[in-house]
């Protein structure tokens, strides 16, 4: 249920709302736009009846019912879009958001030469891996805490913020201490305990859609994370598996309109892990900013034929330059067109 305040509703009001919510068992989600203040009523059936009483207190201009299953993840729980900052970042905005790095952080010499190529190349935030999910057990599993610390450092001498994915319950904690946004990847969409988790966390989440999962399951993912008291996810799509092998996983593109239509969440692509091959990363990159994405998650690598995960599909740093070149051209274009034609 959503529950609209007048336009010149009081605090005092809100919060009579939001403890009746509570009292019938609901939690409560309210959020603030530009206009008025919407609250999120959400919860299993049993106290639907007592919440129609909300309807006649002070300040309510009406109730509607939120038809879809994810509640507050849903574009009618909010007024606008999310827009997520971090540091000087905004994700969500109205600019393209680009994060770059290797997949995963491997010296710290490798790690720093590639914050400054992202950092060069004018990338807005850096990416590396520090726990990895390898489908061997005999592949590298990544620095873990050592990792962490290179990122951190990485993050403070190019002035960038630094993301990184968490994997278990257990290390959500030491994460969200060194990294400026928690990853959760693919094949942890739909650990309900991890969403939880990260929910309780104070820093923003980029949730990964898994390889087998649909739009709807993403979204109920995002719906775990926001009801456990964390509104500032990032929903990024990686590909999915599909009968065609030619590229790694077959990127969904319509993802993004989709997913715009449906949730106020900023939607984010990473072609490197959809293609599986450098060689797709501009074109999927164009078709990401045509698309309508918030931004793009690539994997850079100083030397990628030495990479101990994902050379293939990493780029050079040439190459990366001459991505963003032409990045930063076509979102200027973008902008201009966009305006030019509403
Ligand atoms: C990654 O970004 O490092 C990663 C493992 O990606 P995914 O979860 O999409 O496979
Ligand atoms: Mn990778």
Not at 29 to 51: F, M, Q, W
Not at 204 to 218: A, D, F, H
Not at 258 to 270: M, Q
């Amino acid at each position: 249920m959503i529950i609209v305040m007048k336009k010149n509703a009081t605090n005092e009001q809100i919060e009579r709302v939001v403890s009746w919510i509570k009292s019938v068992g609901y939690m409560a989600h309210p959020s603030s736009g530009v206009e008025r203040t919407i609250i999120g009523a959400v919860g299993d059936n049993r106290g639907k009846e007592h919440l129609k009483v909300i309807e006649s207190l002070t300040g309510v201009e009406k109730i509607i019912p939120i038809l879809k299953p994810y509640k507050l993840a849903s574009r009618e729980a909010k007024e606008g879009n999310t827009v997520i900052r971090v540091g000087d970042v905004e994700i969500g905005g109205t600019g393209f958001v680009v994060m770059a790095g290797p997949c995963s952080i491997e010296s710290r010499e490798q790690m720093m030469e590639s914050a400054f190529i992202a950092k060069k190349g004018g990338a807005d935030i850096i990416r590396g891996g520090a726990y990895k999910p390898r489908t061997s057990p005999y592949s590298f599993q990544g620095m873990e805490e050592e990792g962490l610390k290179l990122l951190k450092e990485a993050g403070e001498k190019t002035g960038m913020p630094v993301i990184t994915e968490v994997l278990n319950t257990s290390e959500v904690d030491i994460v969200e201490e060194y990294a400026d946004i928690l990853q959760i990847g693919a094949r942890n969409v739909q650990n309900f305990a991890l969403l939880k988790k990260v929910g309780k966390a104070k820093k923003p989440v980029l949730l990964k859609r898994g390889m087998m999962t649909t739009i709807e399951e993403l979204l109920m993912s995002a719906e775990y994370i926001i009801s456990s008291g964390n509104d500032d996810v990032i929903l990024c799509e990686r590909g999915i598996r599909t009968f065609e092998t030619a590229t790694r996983n077959t990127l969904d593109i319509s993802a993004v309109p989709v997913l715009k239509a449906l949730t106020h969440l900023p939607v984010i692509i990473d072609p490197s892990h959809a293609a599986g091959h450098w060689r797709y990363i501009q074109p999927l990159t164009r078709g990401a900013l045509a698309v309508g994405a918030d931004g793009v998650m690539i994997e850079v690598h100083p030397e990628p034929e030495k990479a101990v995960s994902d050379g293939g599909q990493s780029l050079k740093p040439e190459k990366f330059y001459r991505l963003m070149d032409e990045v930063r051209k076509l979102e200027q274009f973008m902008r201009h067109e966009m305006k030019v034609s509403q």
